[in-house]
């Protein structure tokens, strides 16, 4: 697979704006970050009912329900990892969500090792990547997927080390973390590369020059989260 620098161009630049609208509202308070995947989340459930309408147009409003519990679960879990409990609790007002514990430290990680191991997966898979990975996504390639997680990983253990991550948490935790973040995260964008075969579209949506819709950017996210949330949850 030859890398195509005009493609490269193209969504290097779209990223450049995706990364500084996702870290300002990840980064900027727990409002924000509230606001931010709200909006993630109606987004990925929208895409998701038109491939479902395309899919099976005469009983998609089932399947879509169904999808609204596949997205909304893994945005809660990520709300549940940026706050304390208190986010849930009834006497709790929306003009005092920025008073509540709000750390981005976890979220980041999450979102950084789902980053990276895919751009290092296309990386690694557009200059060496020889041997198909799976039917259902023909560009991926088993060198750019095990390139995309040991680089992932990697990456993540160093960080981690180095800035204010390792307070949260000690560095075998976040080598964990990114391993479930490449693998899951392979996993949702198979699992979105799926619903969009069986819709025959080429992306979920069109929000994002070279990188697609919603659903096209956060696939990964949305299997990576809840298996995140379960390891911090029951494990660590």
Request: glycine share 8%; aromatic share 12%; proline share 3%.
């Amino acid at each position: 697979m030859a890398l195509n620098f005009q493609t490269l161009k193209t969504r290097a630049i779209t990223a450049l704006a995706f990364v500084i609208v996702m870290l300002g509202g990840v980064s900027w308070n727990g409002l924000s970050f509230i606001f931010l995947f709200a909006f993630i989340h109606f987004g990925c459930w929208y895409e998701f009912i038109k491939l479902m309408k395309k899919i099976n147009a005469t009983n998609y409003i089932g399947n879509s329900f169904l999808g609204l519990a596949y997205i909304s679960l893994p945005i809660l879990m990520m709300v549940d990892l940026g706050f304390d409990a208190s986010i849930f609790a009834k006497d709790q007002r929306i003009e005092n969500l920025h008073t509540l514990q709000y750390s981005s430290v976890i979220p980041c990680g999450i979102i950084f090792s789902i980053w990276i191991n895919d751009t290092m997966a296309y990386l690694v898979g557009s200059v060496i990547g020889r041997t198909p990975f799976s039917k259902i996504s023909p560009k991926k390639t088993w060198e750019g997927t095990a390139g995309g997680a040991i680089l992932c990983i990697i990456a993540i253990g160093y960080f981690s080390g180095h800035i204010n991550a390792a307070k949260v948490m000690s560095t075998k935790h976040w080598l964990i973390i990114a391993a479930i973040c490449a693998i899951a995260g392979t996993a949702g964008d198979l699992l979105e590369s799926k619903l969009k075969r069986m819709a025959n579209v080429k992306d979920s949506g069109s929000i994002m020059p070279g990188h697609g819709g919603f659903l096209d950017r956060f696939d990964s996210l949305l299997i990576a989260v809840p298996l995140v949330w379960l390891y911090l949850k029951l494990l660590a």
